[in-house]
Nanobody
């Protein structure tokens, strides 16, 4: 059974930083691409960043240069370092892994950026 547990969200002022973590279990972590998504109030869930099993990264244009996704296969964890946060980065951030045809999600962690 796949489990994804996010942590690290909180309230931060604009310009500040947060580091999100997602601990995975129930999968052979090192062979899967991992992703971070976010959902702002009243908006659809969107991809923020992803990292392949080999470490190749991909970012949404709105976060490129400010956010960094990374992974530590030894502790089955993927991270999202968020710098220069903006109020529009506010939302619930979800960790994702696709195993076969199944999309697996964590419960999310709330990030609130005040202006």
């Amino acid at each position: 059974q796949v489990q994804l547990v996010e942590s690290g969200g909180g309230l931060v002022q604009a310009g500040g930083s947060l580091r999100l973590s997602c601990a995975a279990s129930g999968i052979r972590f090192s062979i899967y691409a991992m992703g971070w998504y976010r959902q702002a109030p009243g908006r659809q869930r969107e991809l923020v960043a992803s990292i392949s099993s080999g470490g190749m990264t991909n970012y949404a244009g709105s976060v490129k240069g400010r956010f960094t996704i990374s992974r530590d296969n030894a502790v089955f964890t993927v991270y999202l370092q968020m710098n220069s946060l903006k109020p529009e980065d506010t939302g619930v951030y979800y960790c994702n892994v696709a195993v076969g045809i199944l999309n697996n999600w964590g419960k999310g962690t709330l990030v609130t950026v005040s202006s």
